[in-house]
């Protein structure tokens, strides 16, 4: 894989220093399309980075979710995020505040939640099991038995509130994994296609992947983008190539032109030499992929060679373009308004 160094997006500045409010206004966005927008683009920030961005976007969402929804439907929806994040949600301000969790319980379980999150970290580097499903039930055995130790810490009042603060069980796995609208691919010039715009990216599932013709790993990625082509029909999905160079050769049209003949990329192309659409995407990688839905949400995305060292990715790529052309469009919801 190539790396190139990540600017900052242009709504990342903006944010540092203006009222987010008055930059949505500029920009006529929804408070929703703003904030998973920008979210998204923090995905490859340091920790320290995304938390000092990420924290004004989420207090804004919170205040907009709880000023539309009714209380009970607000108070569902975070126990729905408790159950979501799994165990460490005990430490939550509000679950912890509800339980009312004392100095020395808060410390033993942010202790067993540590050396929880370190088992689970060396036992996916080094996997216990040659069978997924074994390792799958050792993750869950892990899981049980930091419960069970945190339980032990709770007196009887406290269990009993432990047993109701996060609802009903709700299935998780029912809810499609979402990042946000697909930026926009703003640029005046395209191989293979005159000018598209960003309704492009709705009605079909599309693949839109970032490569420069020289980078080795993206040659490798080439094929694959053809075979998917040839195996799901054009009338339910596409792909959609993104060239922005790193060597000054790969500048030139012509020579993009030329290289995509050669590699029958028969795609449309979008030329971004001055890293436009890099930027808007955030990208920081070639290649990279991102699967986007037939509303133009981005749902998956995958950086470098997809069969690398062997990994299967691009069977697991396969499976979800799959999953996304199979897809029921979901329908319109309409919140009550709070009164």
Request: proline share 6%.
């Amino acid at each position: 894989r190539r790396f190139s160094p990540m600017r900052q997006t242009p709504s990342a500045r903006e944010v540092a220093g203006t009222p987010i409010r008055r930059i949505m206004a500029r920009h006529e966005l929804s408070t929703f399309t703003y904030t998973s927008s920008l979210l998204w683009k923090l995905r490859d920030s340091a920790p320290d980075v995304r938390a000092k961005t990420a924290t004004p976007l989420l207090d804004l969402l919170k205040m907009e979710l709880e000023q539309t929804l009714t209380p009970k439907q607000y108070l569902r929806l975070k126990q729905i995020l408790w159950q979501a994040k799994g165990l460490a949600a005990i430490l939550e301000t509000d679950v912890s505040a509800q339980l009312s969790l004392n100095d020395q319980q808060t410390l033993s379980i942010r202790i067993l939640l540590d050396n929880l999150s370190n088992s689970l970290a060396a036992a996916r580097e080094k996997p216990p099991y040659k069978n997924e499903i074994q390792n799958q039930n050792y993750f869950r055995k892990l899981h049980s038995k930091t419960e069970n130790s945190i339980v032990s810490l709770l007196s009887k009042s406290q269990l009993k509130i432990y047993s109701t603060v996060f609802g009903p069980l709700f299935d998780i796995s029912k809810i499609p994994s979402v990042a946000c609208k697909a930026p926009a691919i703003n640029t005046q010039t395209w191989v293979n296609s005159p000018l598209l715009d960003s309704s492009e990216l709705t009605g079909k599932v599309t693949v839109v992947h970032f490569y420069a013709f020289n980078c080795i790993n993206c040659k490798r990625n080439l094929p694959v983008y053809n075979y998917w082509q040839k195996i799901f029909p054009p009338e339910h999905f596409r792909v959609i190539g993104i060239h922005t160079p790193e060597l000054e050769n790969e500048r030139s049209f012509k020579n993009v032109r030329k290289e995509a003949s050669k590699s029958d990329m028969y795609y449309p192309i979008a030329v971004d030499n001055n890293k436009e659409i890099w930027n808007a995407w955030a990208n920081n990688v070639w290649p990279s992929i991102y699967l986007i839905d037939k509303n133009g949400f981005v749902r998956y995305w995958w950086y470098g060679e997809l069969n690398y060292k062997g990994a299967e990715s691009e069977k697991w790529m396969r499976s979800k373009i799959t999953e996304l052309i199979n897809e029921i469009k979901p329908p319109k919801a309409n919140l009550p308004k709070k009164k």
